[in-house]
């Protein structure tokens, strides 16, 4: 496995992108350069060999997938107005929004040209081709429709738990549930284990991400990486806030409303939440919902062969869930 993935990282470092114009394909490389752990091509590659096939096949799926995510980044960090990505500024503010929105559309046509390599594959049949293509580009759909409600979110006080769920899982839980589909695809296994595989990628997507949420209220800053309480100041709605008001007393769940919606938090109101969340039971709560999300995952890994790829993809999970307090 590890001489697939070196060649993926080979692949994507050295990509083919033009030169000119300038203005539109610099910021593409300068995005590239920035690195990332790569958890969804690498999903792509090992469960292509976990369902016994050669992981080779799945390259330019997995090189796809990696520019699609990274073309979810560019545009999300322009409707978040977010200055820095993985500690450099991002294309909006290195460059501006206009610029951003053209290169991460270029980007996009580049991930395009990619999976098409997939389409000259003699061992791959047309329905196989036609099956990597689906899915795809019903996960583009699905992740924009996830950066919509995203959005929707943001004037909203009565968002339901349920909604959150939804929005998650599509925008975030659905291309990491793509990757992993995409590699049952590549192997051309059966629909029981191609739902299987993306069932495992969606409840690995949305364990992540309400983890990333508790993270973000009880981790440790100089671990995470992240200023503690950052999506409170920022007036967030997260799992933890919609459990908390789920779970609040008449009187809490005022003083929860009131914090939510300040336009400007101070440290003391940081603290408050996060006190609301540890009284209302919340941080027990998420905790179990993650393990939920988790145990789901591991039970449609297990409908799998059991071989060396898919104790990788166990091990992946792990380092994703083990995250630093």
């Given at each position: 496995?590890h001489?697939?993935y070196?060649r993926?990282?080979?692949?994507?470092s050295?990509?083919?992108?033009?030169?000119?114009?300038?203005?539109?394909y610099?910021?593409?490389?300068?995005?590239?350069?920035?690195?990332g752990?790569?958890?969804?091509?690498?999903?792509?590659?090992?469960?292509?060999?976990?369902?016994?096939?050669?992981?080779?096949?799945?390259?330019?799926?997995?090189?796809?997938?990696?520019?699609?995510h990274?073309?979810?980044?560019i545009?999300?960090?322009?409707?978040d107005?977010?200055?820095?990505?993985?500690g450099?500024?991002?294309v909006?503010?290195?460059?501006?929004?206009?610029?951003?929105i053209?290169?991460?559309?270029?980007?996009?046509?580049?991930?395009?040209?990619?999976?098409?390599?997939?389409?000259?594959i003699?061992?791959?049949?047309?329905e196989?081709?036609?099956?990597?293509?689906?899915t795809?580009?019903k996960?583009?759909?699905?992740?924009?429709?996830?950066?919509?409600?995203?959005?929707?979110?943001?004037?909203?006080?009565d968002?339901?738990?349920?909604?959150y769920?939804?929005?998650?899982?599509?925008?975030?839980?659905?291309l990491?549930?793509?990757?992993?589909?995409?590699?049952?695809?590549?192997?051309?296994?059966?629909?029981?284990?191609?739902?299987?595989?993306?069932?495992?990628?969606?409840?690995?997507?949305?364990?992540?991400?309400i983890?990333?949420?508790?993270?973000?209220?009880?981790?440790?800053?100089?671990?995470?990486?992240?200023?503690?309480?950052?999506?409170i100041?920022e007036?967030?709605?997260?799992?933890?806030?919609?459990?908390?008001?789920?779970?609040?007393?008449?009187?809490?769940?005022?003083?929860?409303?009131?914090?939510?919606q300040?336009?400007?938090?101070s440290?003391a109101?940081?603290?408050?939440?996060?006190?609301?969340?540890?009284e209302?039971?919340?941080l027990?709560?998420?905790?179990?919902?993650?393990?939920?999300?988790?145990?789901?995952?591991?039970?449609?890994?297990?409908?799998f062969?059991?071989?060396?790829?898919?104790n990788?993809?166990?091990?992946?999970?792990?380092?994703?869930?083990?995250?630093?307090?």
């Amino acid at each position: 496995m590890h001489s697939v993935y070196k060649r993926f990282e080979e692949e994507i470092s050295s990509l083919p992108v033009e030169t000119e114009p300038f203005s539109l394909y610099e910021p593409i490389r300068y995005t590239l350069q920035l690195g990332g752990k790569h958890v969804r091509p690498r999903l792509v590659l090992l469960t292509t060999k976990m369902c016994e096939s050669n992981p080779d096949l799945a390259l330019p799926a997995a090189k796809a997938v990696e520019l699609l995510h990274v073309f979810t980044l560019i545009h999300d960090d322009i409707m978040d107005k977010a200055d820095t990505r993985r500690g450099k500024l991002t294309v909006a503010k290195k460059w501006d929004e206009n610029i951003a929105i053209l290169s991460g559309d270029a980007l996009f046509g580049i991930a395009l040209e990619q999976l098409n390599e997939i389409a000259s594959i003699p061992e791959l049949s047309k329905e196989q081709v036609q099956g990597v293509f689906s899915t795809f580009l019903k996960a583009v759909r699905i992740v924009c429709e996830g950066q919509s409600l995203d959005m929707s979110f943001e004037d909203r006080i009565d968002v339901s738990k349920d909604e959150y769920i939804t929005m998650i899982g599509a925008k975030t839980a659905a291309l990491i549930a793509a990757s992993s589909e995409l590699g049952a695809r590549v192997a051309g296994v059966s629909d029981e284990l191609i739902t299987a595989a993306y069932e495992f990628g969606w409840n690995i997507g949305t364990a992540f991400q309400i983890q990333d949420d508790y993270l973000d209220a009880v981790g440790d800053a100089q671990k995470t990486g992240k200023k503690v309480g950052g999506d409170i100041l920022e007036g967030k709605k997260t799992y933890l806030t919609l459990t908390a008001l789920e779970n609040a007393s008449a009187e809490m769940k005022s003083e929860l409303l009131d914090i939510i919606q300040k336009d400007e938090k101070s440290d003391a109101d940081v603290a408050r939440v996060i006190a609301i969340y540890r009284e209302t039971g919340t941080l027990d709560q998420t905790e179990q919902s993650i393990q939920k999300y988790y145990s789901v995952a591991l039970d449609n890994l297990g409908k799998f062969p059991d071989n060396d790829a898919r104790n990788e993809i166990k091990s992946l999970v792990n380092q994703l869930m083990q995250r630093e307090k």
